[in-house]
């Protein structure tokens, strides 16, 4: 009988092979969500983030799970050494009502890794993933200005937080591009970091009517987060065009919902557990803009917006994609 004798080098790569197939195949990472005020069935934020949570599921093999927002900084604290403590890693929060959280319980376990999506985290161990929403805000002021005769324009806000006065900014920005003449009347849903404001469909629909009726605003911009399927009813009601944020709302109501301008919290979810996986998950910020496809813009309502009017927008469009337009940097708190 004679034996293959196998060298040293053959050897090792042979079980190199072996043990990364096992890798690969094994490794399925337990990943947690941490999903911000409203929770589910917000048809914006949270479904966007579930979405992406799932999809890493179905195409990574990773395990899953998502927690609902709590209440509170001391509860939600507490939800989250909850989770760290069951092993799961990465652990990806949604919102800045979670950072304060993700900050306290990253320090506690510093070889576990954190992601904040849509805000800023401060830690060795946090990923931050935050969008700039300049450019498709601009892009939405512009349209709603094209789209109101008399320059009157209305725009609903979530809460007083910085991401909701920064959309806000790009907001009008777009708004006086078209129309320096025009006039924007904003109300927001709750005040100075109430994040309850994003799960109040009740008052983003008598806010919004109030934008309507009262203020005489011919469109409305909605950044609500949940509250804006109560800022959609009232669109309906009234029989005025809305502009919605978050997630693609237009099946909501598409007699009233002209287009939605989108914040990709599914892709970027998905993103960072696919680099986690990989190994490339690092920590710092990530930025995600309007041409980076972090920022979209779904299609246009040929139904409520006129052939000229739309021509007239893709020329904004075009123009601001090519570099000639400015927008102004936000520089509030």
């Known amino acids: 009988m004679t034996k293959k004798v196998l060298s040293g080098g053959v050897i ?26 409203g929770g589910l069935g917000d048809k914006a934020f949270n ?117 909701i006065h920064r959309i806000e900014f790009g907001f009008k920005q777009g708004v006086k591009y078209v129309n320096p003449k025009a006039k924007v009347d904003a109300h927001y ?42 800022a959609i009813d009232a669109a309906k009601e009234a029989g005025k065009p809305i502009i919605t944020t978050g997630s693609d709302q237009r099946w909501i109501a598409p007699d009233v919902v002209v287009t939605s301008r989108t914040k990709n919290m599914g892709d970027a979810v998905f993103s960072v557990i696919q680099q986690f996986i990989q190994g490339s998950l690092q920590p710092g910020t990530i930025t995600l803009d309007y041409k980076s496809g972090g920022i979209g813009l779904m299609p246009i309502s040929e139904k409520l917006v006129s052939a000229e009017i739309l021509a007239k927008f893709e020329k904004i469009r075009s123009d601001l994609e090519a570099g000639k337009i400015f927008i102004q940097p936000y520089t509030g708190g």
């Open 47 to 163: 479904d966007s983030a579930n979405a992406g949570l799932q999809k890493a599921a179905g195409e990574l093999g990773a395990e899953t799970k998502n927690f609902d927002f709590q209440g509170n900084d001391n509860d939600q604290v507490t939800l989250l050494r909850q989770i760290a403590q069951q092993g799961y890693d990465p652990i990806i929060a949604v919102g800045s009502e979670n950072v304060v959280a993700v900050n306290t319980v990253a320090t506690e376990y510093p070889k576990l890794n954190f992601v904040i999506i849509d805000a800023s985290g401060k830690g060795k161990n946090i990923t931050s993933v935050i969008f700039n929403e300049l450019e498709g805000d601009f892009l939405v002021g512009a349209l709603a200005a094209l789209l109101s005769p008399h320059g009157k324009i209305g725009y609903l806000g979530g809460a007083e937080v910085t991401v």
């Open 189 to 230: 849903i709750g005040g100075q970091n109430d994040f309850s404001g994003f799960a109040r469909p009740d008052v983003g629909k008598r806010l919004t009517i109030r934008l309507y009726y009262e203020d005489g605003d011919e469109i409305v911009y909605a950044a609500a987060g949940g509250s804006d399927l109560g």
């Open 12 to 37: 090792l790569l042979a079980m190199a092979l072996v043990l990364s197939s096992c890798h690969a195949g094994l490794f399925k990472p337990k990943v947690a969500l941490l999903l911000a005020r």
